[in-house]
């Protein structure tokens, strides 16, 4: 990564310098009884020169574990750069936020509507604030999701491919998967990617859940990126890898073919080999047992915890074609 040293840097209007720390509000609108809501955005600048790098979780208002990940590199002052700046935003939709929903009160979809406008949408409104007066002197993003609709994702990180640079960022930030997918259009990693700022997607776990292994995951990534920065502080150490991750070209989910009480009998990331049994679908009376099958052989990397499916919901996500890189 380039960047250009800046003596100050600009963020919600406010020009912060070297070796200072800021607190600002994302204040975007108010609740509807006009109640103020201060969305934090917490910035720490070393007075020695480096990358700017942001921290984002929270576009979605039920995806709590990626807020949690935010909250304990906070807590814990790995915030706090040996050179550069990071800028922490916990919660973007703290609407959404405040009533465990993934959309925004206007029922939009925060990741759908990027880059925004300054008259739009509420969604949109917060999306274009964060573009125009977040993200101009940012070098680098960490962006955090979790999976949804009660199914677990496993740790991994989200690339457009033939992209060498986020390539290596993946590498050196060491979950287990990473997945190539196209940056969709209206994205918040769309409308970086035009401005040409590098943005890892982290996804691990499922909505309305704190998980201790995909929380630890997403820290020791972030402090694996700052420490190849040289921005972590000297109190912190960065885990080895312990093995490279896996780099997915193709996927596919496997589906319900009857509805009934569902139980899955592997664990995430386990490799399956095609027929291996993967879990059951059994009904209420004891009538009834389904053995769930592997269609294919590859790594589970997504399973679905709801304990009822219907006919036609996506049960596994395996991995169909891998990439050597």
Request: aromatic share 10%; charged share 20%; with cysteine.
């Amino acid at each position: 990564m380039t960047y250009e040293p800046k003596e100050n840097i600009t963020v919600l209007g406010e020009i912060i310098g070297p070796g200072e720390s800021a607190e600002l509000s994302f204040d975007v609108a108010k609740l509807h009884t006009t109640s103020t809501v201060d969305v934090p955005v917490i910035i720490e600048r070393s007075t020695n020169p480096g990358p700017v790098v942001l921290f984002t979780a929270g576009i979605h208002g039920d995806e709590v574990n990626g807020v949690e990940i935010i909250r304990q590199i906070i807590a814990k002052g790995i915030n706090k750069p040996k050179c550069g700046t990071i800028i922490c935003m916990p919660v973007i939709n703290v609407f959404g936020f405040i009533n465990l929903k993934r959309e925004f009160p206007d029922g939009r979809d925060l990741n759908r509507v990027f880059p925004g406008l300054r008259l739009g949408s509420l969604a949109s409104r917060v999306a274009y604030t964060l573009m125009t007066e977040v993200v101009p002197d940012v070098d680098f993003i960490m962006d955090f999701h979790t999976g949804g609709a009660g199914r677990f994702n496993s740790p991994q990180i989200r690339i457009a491919k033939h992209n060498p640079e986020l390539n290596e960022y993946a590498k050196i930030f060491g979950a287990p998967f990473v997945l190539y997918s196209k940056n969709l259009k209206r994205s918040f990693r769309h409308a970086c990617y035009k401005l040409k700022k590098p943005l890892l997607l982290f996804e691990g776990g499922k909505s309305f859940h704190i998980d201790n292994n995909i929380t630890k995951t997403g820290i020791n990534g972030a402090k694996r990126i700052l420490k190849h920065f040289d921005m972590l502080n000297n109190k912190f150490k960065a885990r080895t890898v312990e093995k490279p991750p896996v780099f997915i070209v193709g996927s596919r989910w496997q589906r319900a073919n009857f509805s009934g009480m569902f139980q899955a009998t592997v664990k995430i990331n386990t490799q399956v080999t095609k027929n291996q049994i993967l879990g059951h679908i059994t009904d209420p009376y004891g009538k009834f047992d389904h053995i769930v099958k592997s269609e294919i052989s590859g790594y589970i990397i997504n399973v679905n915890e709801a304990p009822i499916v219907y006919q036609g919901d996506a049960l596994f996500h395996i991995t169909s074609k891998l990439a050597k890189v």
